[in-house]
């Protein structure tokens, strides 16, 4: 499971600060994950630990002495009614040209808000590239997306998608979903987020075991 290091720490990753909307300073042990049951529309819940024999379960990187903020979790409890629908992270297509304003999509429950009350679909916001996606911001590679977000869409996975056929770069090309990474942290005064970029993250997830 990927989410964000905030996430399963409740730190900044980059001051390593207690969050101030985290009331309890200490970071949890275990999570609880909401699965799509194999009947649509209902959901099984099931509990992982992130914590084991005093050691962190999940895998954590570094950029620098900056803690990327996506982690990867392993779950042990996966057998039963349940189905899981994995990001195929590694579909990429080097020949479409990304700039900015083209509009992502990222899902995720904003303020806990989902698409059905007996089941847990996510709801699907957009936003704008809002820096040039090819350049590392802060440092990091990252990149910026123009997009009204809320608590609630931490880790959420980020796409470009397209309904019909698309002319980019002089070229057509048919309908296509493309993984464009993992979503991370907003400015809310300014509604400008930052997005872990999917060319980096491939690298750490080639890496899992």
Known sequence: LITNWHV???KNPVTQDWLPENKVKLSPNKMIIYYSSK??????????SLIENNKIKYIENTVGKEMVDVV???LKDTIGNIRIFP???????????????ERLFILGFPEGKKSRNTSFFPIWKSGLI???PY?????????WIDADTHHGMS???VYFLTIGETI???KIFPPMTLFMGVFSYSYSDINIGALWKASYLRTIFDKLP
Do not use: F, H, Q
């Not at 297509?93 to 900015?100: A, K, Q, S, V, W």
């Not at 350049?135 to 990149?143: A, C, F, S």
């Open 168 to 170: 980019n770069n002089g």
């Open 135 to 143: 350049l590392d911001e802060d440092n990091k590679p990252i990149m």
């Open 87 to 101: 990001v195929n992270y590694k579909e990429s297509n080097d020949e479409i040209l990304l700039t900015p304003t």
């Open 72 to 74: 990867a979790i392993p």
């Open 39 to 48: 009947k649509l529309g209902t959901t099984s819940i099931r509990e992982e």
């Open 8 to 10: 399963v720490t409740g």
């Open 130 to 132: 809002a820096s040039e």
């Open 155 to 157: 880790g959420s996975p």
